[in-house]
């Protein structure tokens, strides 16, 4: 558990107190079973009534929980329902949010679905201890079907209306014993907090001010009164760090474009109307429309909801097969870094993706890096099914599946294909460096991923349900550093790091981004040496006219350095602003003597 973790839940600050107290551990612990003792004595009571019969078990669990709490939570629940381990599955209590009101009640979320393609729902849930959010895309077949998977990561943030009766029962306490100089056993700070827990119905932020009165053993009355701004204030704390995630949600939201989104918020915090207004007006200021609370909404049993969405989310359960013959697809994105005016680099992804793999469809892409690009795999749940044939991803209906890190400078090739079947599937990635004078690839490395299906995301992942896949990831994203200087990037608007067919700049002798002396994309020599000011030649062989236009104003901005008194001295007397210039004029002689 983390400092930040234990920051943001300060309900439990007392009994971590005690977390090494081997005695209160176990009186915790069995408590925790005599919880489920009492559940499973309702479950089978109800099984024996209705002739039922379990064979899996979901649990809602908040975001910020890890893989050692899943695996206790596991453990406990295995050991008291006896049943086995592997099919008892987790979902994220937003997850489960999402499931349910996608299956039963999405004609309440979105109007006329039928006249766009899909629609993207942002999902929070602000519960007494957590808030939880995650997005999902919705997409209709031709039979305007609706399917919905998450999209992004699900996020929580420690806080809500629990944490805020705390702040403000602290306060209570902080009152009678400072102001009214009252010294209090820890059976009448109880009992105050549970006095105050039964008039809190009347509590309201940023309103009035707030009365209520509190008994000690010896029957002294003890009047508290709490300020509007205090209570203000113990609510700001309270909500501080679910109200920073949801204004980064929604920014992020009001962002996509050619879809009308929705923010569909449920939990017992959000029936707070100062809660309620700051989230209606973090939409209004993100130009999306108001968002939709489920208290509104007439829906039977509530309170339910998280519990019947998990239950959805388990039963409806595909193999890694049936996900990818509904049309899936997995293609390549590319981040290109761009260096800003203040010298630090910027970038955005690419809109669009350069399809590698459907269940049909295999392509090997070949494309050549700066060196600061980053990469990375997406899926599109349903490219084949809503544009057949289709080689590109838009990122707005894909979720990411594996980060690639960012490639050694040069011509890289990528490829992927599946093996196995059913459940029992793995997805195979080769990938290729290109050198000079050499026409064929080599290969790289050869990383094998087992597949699964996420239930509570609706898509499939690389790795095993359940474990920690983070040193299987990171592997990928390893890559040989060149022994001479970083690279810096090319001062040019236009993209160094583009798709390639297989034949392309390729020299009339077949030999692959060399320049005339055979080098790969670099000095006479070969070298990648640092110019000046970051400067560093570099030339596509297309678009011949814009790049000569490029390498001229290289040229004026390298002769104002030339001519500046206070330039920094040269580290390598052979790379100097005249003779760049030359090798400039060189290339560009050589590569308009091959355009004709």
Not at 377 to 401: N, R, V
Request: charged residues 30%.
């Amino acid at each position: 558990m983390t400092e930040e973790w234990m920051r943001q839940y300060r309900l439990v600050e007392m009994l971590l107190e005690n977390s090494g107290d081997q005695a209160f551990r176990n009186r915790a612990l069995e408590g925790f079973k005599e919880l489920f003792r009492r559940v499973k004595s309702r479950v089978d009571a109800i099984c024996h009534t209705c002739d039922f019969e379990i064979n899996t078990i979901g649990l809602s669990i908040p975001s910020q929980w890890n893989l050692d709490f899943e695996k206790e939570y596991r453990t406990l629940v295995a050991e008291i329902f006896k049943f086995p381990a592997e099919h008892i599955y987790f979902v994220y209590e937003t997850e489960a949010l999402a499931h349910y009101l996608c299956t039963d009640h999405l004609p309440l979320l979105i109007q006329q679905r039928d006249v766009i393609h899909h629609d993207v729902l942002l999902f929070f849930d602000f519960g007494g201890h957590t808030m939880n959010t995650c997005t999902f895309n919705v997409v209709y077949g031709a039979d305007h079907a609706p399917c919905f998977y998450l999209i992004g990561t699900v996020k929580g943030a420690g806080g809500g209306g629990e944490q805020w009766e705390y702040n403000i029962g602290m306060e209570a306490l902080r009152f009678i014993q400072l102001v009214q100089r009252q010294y209090l056993s820890p059976r009448e700070k109880q009992s105050i907090l549970d006095e105050f827990n039964r008039e809190k119905c009347d509590l309201s932020s940023g309103q009035n001010d707030f009365y209520f009165h509190g008994q000690k053993d010896n029957g002294e009355v003890l009047n508290v009164n709490l300020s509007a701004e205090k209570i203000t204030e113990c609510f700001d704390n309270a909500l501080e760090k679910p109200l920073e995630l949801a204004t980064e949600k929604i920014k992020e939201l009001g962002s996509i474009e050619n879809v009308k989104p929705r923010v569909i918020i449920s939990g017992g915090t959000s029936r707070h109307e100062g809660l309620k207004a700051r989230l209606e007006g973090m939409c209004r200021d993100n130009g999306l429309p108001p968002p939709v609370f489920t208290d509104t909404l007439e829906i039977q049993y509530d309170s339910m909801k998280i519990a019947q969405g998990t239950a959805y989310a388990v039963a409806e359960y595909l193999t890694v097969e049936e996900f990818l013959n509904r049309g899936a697809a997995i293609g390549l994105q590319i981040l290109q870094q761009l260096p800003s005016r203040r010298g630090n680099l910027e970038g955005l992804w690419d809109d669009t993706a350069q399809l590698l793999l459907t269940k049909n469809r295999r392509k090997v892409i070949k494309l050549r890096v700066t060196g600061l690009d980053e990469l990375k795999l997406i899926c599109d749940p349903f490219l084949d099914a809503h544009s057949p044939g289709s080689e590109s991803l838009h990122h707005d209906k894909c979720y990411d599946i594996l980060e690639l890190g960012v490639p050694t400078k040069g011509y890289w090739s990528f490829s992927l294909h599946l093996t196995g079947s059913g459940d029992n599937m793995s997805l195979i990635m080769e990938r290729f460096r290109h050198y000079a004078k050499q026409k064929k690839g080599v290969l790289f490395d050869r990383a094998i991923f087992p597949l699964y299906y996420n239930r509570g995301g609706n898509c499939i992942h690389l790795g095993s349900d359940g474990e920690d896949n983070e040193e299987l990831f990171s592997k990928v994203q390893e890559y040989p550093r060149s022994s001479k200087k970083k690279a810096k990037h090319a001062q040019t608007k236009e993209s160094p790091c583009h798709y390639e067919d297989e034949n392309e700049d390729e020299d009339e002798d077949g030999n692959e981004g060399e320049d005339e002396d055979g080098n790969e994309d670099g000095d006479e020599d070969g070298s990648d040496d640092e110019d000046p000011e970051g400067f560093q030649f570099f030339i596509a062989k297309d678009d011949l006219r814009s790049k000569a236009k490029m390498a001229l104003q290289l040229g004026d901005r390298l002769r104002n350095y030339s001519k500046s008194p206070s330039r920094p001295p040269l580290h390598s007397p052979r790379r100097t602003p005249s003779r760049i210039i030359k090798q400039t004029k060189k290339k560009l002689s050589s590569l308009q003597e091959r355009q004709r």
